[in-house]
């Protein structure tokens, strides 16, 4: 194909014209953050935790920007961890407080002085009565912030938002019980997710299966959306398997509904699957069935302190598509030179796998 660009005369292919249309959003790699919200323990807590669980103390002393701060570094992936409080006020008061007092250690900053624990909603907290303390406190708090983030980089690729529905039992006397998580919740959920984002925002379940009988037949059928259809826009995964049949009951094949479901490969729901520690077998099979896959490339502090890429590099050279740290671009261990990023300070780049082979990173990346 010839076009003439002032006066010269240059040669295209067709291939060059139009390869990075066949890229799809799942041929792509990311980095993302664990527990994103997580600003950190407190210098009260992290006292009461080194006298009473020294290892609790170890694994949870880290630490992350505000959500704008790690999409602006390059995270393309972020979990937020969800507490249901449909009435509100559920978690409005810190047990730790009143242990630290106990304890005799030094109290810290007042807990909830904006009130903002008391309005009804799903709340953002890593550890209930302990690790309570987080960027955003209301699960629509962060979604606005990612939303005004993408608003202003309208071009970026997809922001995948993990959400892990918490309901664990206490450990600390003081803390509520949890409320636990039901089809209602799940409902709840939803509903929330769309007061912030419209379905023009947002990549779900029915637009992978379009009119395939369930996700592993939309995507076989007709693949997951191009990419560059993707771009501004999020979509939602659910972190916990155990909630996938609660999640899709009365949407079978997850009709209807907004998060894809970590579920295994075959079943009706199977688009997203997690392999925290999966080996780079079972991650490229299930990648190559066209799922989407996270994996994690460190855990609890421990190769932050060691400097220990195993489990990094392993994950940056399988195909899993999500790659999740508590170290991404610009968070490098305070301990050692251990960091997660994509070469170049890419956001994004080809997938190692399964991206087309005339994939470009430089076009594959943030535009």
Same mark, same amino acid.
């Given at each position: 194909m ?5 006066g ?7 291939? %060059? ?17 664990h527990?994103?919200?997580? %600003?950190g323990?407190t210098p009260g ?8 669980? $020294? ?19 390059g995270?393309?992936?972020?979990? /937020?961890?969800? !507490? ?11 047990a730790?407080?009143?242990? /630290? ?11 909830? %002085? ?16 302990i ?6 406190t ?8 990612v939303?005004?983030? #993408?608003?202003?980089?309208?071009? !970026?690729?997809?922001?995948? &938002?993990?959400?892990e529905?918490?309901e664990?039992? $206490? ?5 509520p019980e949890?409320?636990?998580? %039901? ?10 997710i ?7 925002e947002? &990549?779900? $379940? ?10 592993? #037949?939309?995507?076989?059928?007709h693949?997951w ?11 939602f ?7 996938t ?5 009365? !949407?079978?094949?997850l ?5 894809f479901t ?5 079943? $009706? ?8 520690s999966?080996?780079a077998?079972? &991650? ?15 855990e609890?502090?421990?190769?932050a302190?060691?400097g ?9 050279? #399988? ?12 968070e490098? #261990?305070?301990?050692s030179d ?9 956001a ?6 399964n ?12 535009r």
């Amino acid at each position: 194909m010839l076009r003439s660009v002032a006066g010269c005369t240059i040669l295209f292919s067709a291939s %060059t014209l139009f390869a990075q249309a066949d890229v799809r959003m799942n041929q792509i790699q990311v980095v993302g953050s664990h527990n994103s919200y997580h %600003t950190g323990l407190t210098p009260g807590v992290k006292a009461l935790l080194e006298k009473n669980n $020294p290892k609790a103390a170890y694994s949870l002393n880290y630490s992350h920007p505000p959500l704008p701060v790690q999409l602006d570094h390059g995270v393309r992936q972020i979990e /937020i961890d969800v !507490h249901a409080d449909r009435k509100g006020g559920r978690y409005a008061h810190l047990a730790a407080d009143d242990a /630290i007092a106990k304890a005799g250690l030094p109290a810290d900053a007042p807990y909830n %002085t904006d009130g903002r624990m008391n309005q009804p909603g799903f709340k953002v907290m890593h550890v209930t009565g302990i690790d309570q303390r987080t960027s955003c406190t209301l699960f629509t708090d962060c979604l606005k912030q990612v939303k005004a983030w #993408s608003e202003a980089h309208p071009k !970026h690729v997809p922001i995948f &938002i993990l959400v892990e529905a918490k309901e664990e039992k $206490p450990n600390l006397p003081g803390t509520p019980e949890p409320e636990p998580f %039901t089809p209602a919740v799940f409902d709840a959920l939803d509903a929330e997710i769309r007061t912030v984002f419209s379905p023009a925002e947002m &990549i779900t $379940p029915d637009d992978v299966r379009g009119t395939g009988k369930d996700l592993p #037949s939309g995507i076989a059928a007709h693949g997951w959306p191009t990419l560059d259809s993707a771009r501004g826009k999020v979509m939602f995964l659910l972190d916990n398997r155990k909630f996938t049949a609660m999640y899709s009951e009365g !949407h079978l094949a997850l009709r209807g509904r907004v998060l894809f479901t970590n579920s295994a490969p075959g079943t $009706p729901e199977s688009a997203f699957e997690e392999q925290n520690s999966g080996t780079a077998a079972s &991650i490229d099979a299930s990648v190559k069935q066209g799922i989407i896959v996270r994996t994690r490339t460190d855990e609890g502090t421990t190769e932050a302190h060691t400097g220990d890429t195993t489990r990094r590099e392993l994950a940056l050279h #399988s195909g899993a598509q999500l790659i999740s740290t508590d170290y991404p671009p610009g968070e490098k #261990s305070q301990w050692s030179d251990f960091i997660v990023q994509l070469p170049n300070d890419l956001a994004a780049r080809c997938n190692p796998l399964n991206a087309p082979k005339d994939c470009s990173d430089a076009k594959v990346n943030d535009r």
